[in-house]
T-cell receptor
Framework: DVKVTQSSRYLVKRTGEKVFLECVQD?????MFWYRQDPGLGLRLIYFSYDVKMKEKGDIPEGYSVSREKKERFSLILESASTNQTSMYLC???????????????FGPGTRLTVL | DAKTTQPNSMESNEEEPVHLPCNHSTISGTDYIHWYRQLPSQGPEYVIHGLTSNVNNRMASLAIAEDRKSSTLILHRATLRDAAVYYC?????????????FGGGTRLMVKP
């Protein structure tokens, strides 16, 4: 079974802190994604990566950066955490599909981040 | 990904079939329909997907209307563990980065 793990289930940080969220997948997937989930807004894509050292902005990249130094690991970085970044953060991975329409994304359990 | 429309919530009794509807009236000929679900305190998980024909797997069945403007996810015998939010997602072939666009979904409540 595919496994996507995230470094923490719950995290509490203070405003202005630098925050690292780690995601690891064990299925040799090329694609990796970071989403945030907020009530009433559904899942929104922050960044994705389709290969090592490659990254693309999603719908809401402001205030975030990412790092993909190894294929299995995709990190989300909050350079200076703010209260409006309090959210559930979900990582996902998939094999690439050229048509883009049939790949299955596998999600981690999520990290609930609270910024005080 | 463009929009799909689902009811906000539905209720079912345990061990009865559940039919979860989804409207996607502006679907194009090459768009697939995917379903994911999210159990409480977990990340979303893939359920099923299809293009034109009805599809079955161990989790569910997907019935796609002939005009493809709607589809129905069928859980043949609901269990308490099926209580989740179910998302219907339209995925086109020009989907940048293979990302998923989740709408509000349908919250399924299963009564014992």
């Amino acid at each position: 079974d595919v496994k996507v793990t995230q470094s923490s289930r719950y995290l509490v940080k203070r405003t202005g802190e630098k925050v690292f969220l780690e995601c690891v997948q064990d299925m040799d997937h090329e694609n990796m994604f970071w989403y945030r989930q907020d009530p009433g807004l559904g899942l929104r894509l922050i960044y994705f990566s389709y290969d090592v050292k490659m990254k693309e902005k999603g719908d809401i990249p402001e205030g975030y950066s990412v790092s993909r130094e190894k294929k299995e690991r995709f990190s989300l970085i909050l350079e200076s955490a703010s209260t409006n970044q309090t959210s559930m953060y979900l990582c996902a991975s998939s094999f690439p599909n050229l048509a883009g329409s049939t790949d299955t994304q596998y999600f981690g359990p999520g990290t609930r981040l609270t910024v005080l | 990904d463009a929009k799909t429309t689902q009811p906000n919530s539905m209720e079912s009794n345990e061990e009865e079939p559940v039919h979860l509807p989804c409207n996607h009236s502006t679907i194009s000929g090459t768009d697939y329909i995917h379903w994911y679900r999210q159990l409480p305190s977990q990340g979303p998980e893939y359920v099923i997907h299809g293009l034109t024909s009805n599809v079955n797997n161990r989790m569910a069945s997907l019935a796609i209307a002939e005009d493809r403007k709607s589809s129905t996810l069928i859980l043949h015998r609901a269990t308490l563990r099926d209580a989740a939010v179910y998302y219907c997602i339209r995925r086109g072939t020009n989907n940048a980065g293979n990302m998923l666009t989740f709408g509000g979904g349908t919250r399924l409540m299963v009564k014992p």
